[in-house]
């Protein structure tokens, strides 16, 4: 799988998160007199749209590795992730507007053009942060966490609005939650891929055999390469290497292989090593594969 194949993959989630999310955003809408208060109303609004996108966006990981039980673990994680991180975002949405709201007193239209789209965008901004940052809470990766912290939270913001100026400007199109939702996910998946890369610590391609073409991206501190599917890197097709062959450690900008499996050799450039600062454009032979070093 390529880095491009992979941000499409992510547009695609939040295509789908979106759409998952209308009906019921719809049904608790529709049924929002029945609720005791607006709060519980908001905070449930916000719990039903991020445990649906927390869900997709979660299942992000273990479908680029093609491990069905890491896609499945993924989306329990990320659905409870997104739940309450929807509550707390529409929660602090409600906040912030009863904090700012005073300013736009004068003015009906511009809290209505203003004020109130700029609170909600906040919290749906929230909400974007808690379903990006589902993978780095499962993964337990501070790097992945920040990743999801950032691209959630700049990807929210902008589909916040895009959601919330939806409701302004086509209040007669029945479809104007579905457009905002769809938006607010291809926010979240655009903006999370985009810093996922530019934090990356390069890319892992392989150059032979049945996973010729794919691209790993480096997006840990540590990463494992080896046959078992628990590792960052499964590397299952090929032979001549262990369940846990190799480990790669970034640290102050130096990339450090060691081979964890003496019985197995690895090489760099053709010359075996036990521990090697890797360089871009480096060629790895870990077992059977090979894997080429580069920044993108």
């Known amino acids: 799988m390529t880095t491009g194949l992979r941000r499409v993959i992510l547009l695609c989630l939040g295509i789908l998160g979106g ?15 029945r609720f005791p208060s607006y709060l519980i109303f908001v905070a449930v609004l916000g719990a039903a749209v991020g445990l649906l996108m927390g869900a997709f966006f979660g299942s992000a990981a273990g479908i680029f590795a093609r ?22 975002g529409l929660l602090v949405g409600q906040a912030v507007l ?18 109130l789209p700029i609170a909600r965008a906040i919290g749906w901004a929230f909400l974007g942060i808690f379903v990006g940052a589902a993978e780095g809470i499962r993964a337990a990766s501070a790097k992945k966490l920040g990743i999801g912290l950032i691209g959630g939270l700049i990807g929210g913001l902008i589909g916040g609005f895009a959601l919330e100026y939806s409701r302004l400007y086509l209040p007669e199109f029945l479809p104007f939650r579905l457009i905002g ?21 390069g890319t892992l391609r392989v150059l032979n055999g049945r996973l010729k073409g794919k691209e790993f991206i480096l997006n840990e501190a540590r990463i494992r390469i080896g046959r078992a599917r628990r590792n960052q890197i499964t590397l299952e097709p090929y032979e001549k290497l262990a ?41 790895l032979k870990i077992g059977s594969a090979k894997l080429f070093y580069s920044y993108e």
Do not use: C
């Not at 759409?19 to 007199?33: C, D, R, S, Y």
């Open 19 to 33: 759409l998952a999310a209308w009906p019921l955003t719809e049904l608790i809408v529709g049924i929002q007199a």
């Open 181 to 201: 939702l769809v938006v607010l996910g291809l926010a979240i998946g655009l903006f999370y891929g985009i810093i996922e890369r530019s934090m990356a610590f």
């Open 243 to 283: 369940d846990r062959q190799v480990q790669i450690r970034f640290r102050k900008g130096e990339a450090l292989l060691t081979n964890l499996e003496p019985k197995y050799p690895v090489l760099v450039n053709d010359r075996p090593v036990k521990e090697h600062r890797l360089k871009y454009e480096d060629v």
């Open 98 to 115: 009863f904090l700012i709201g005073g300013l736009f007193l004068n003015s009906y239209r511009s809290f209505q053009t203003v004020g």
């Open 67 to 88: 491990v069905g039980s890491r896609i499945l673990v993924g989306m329990v994680v990320g659905a409870l992730v997104g739940l309450i991180g929807g509550i707390i």
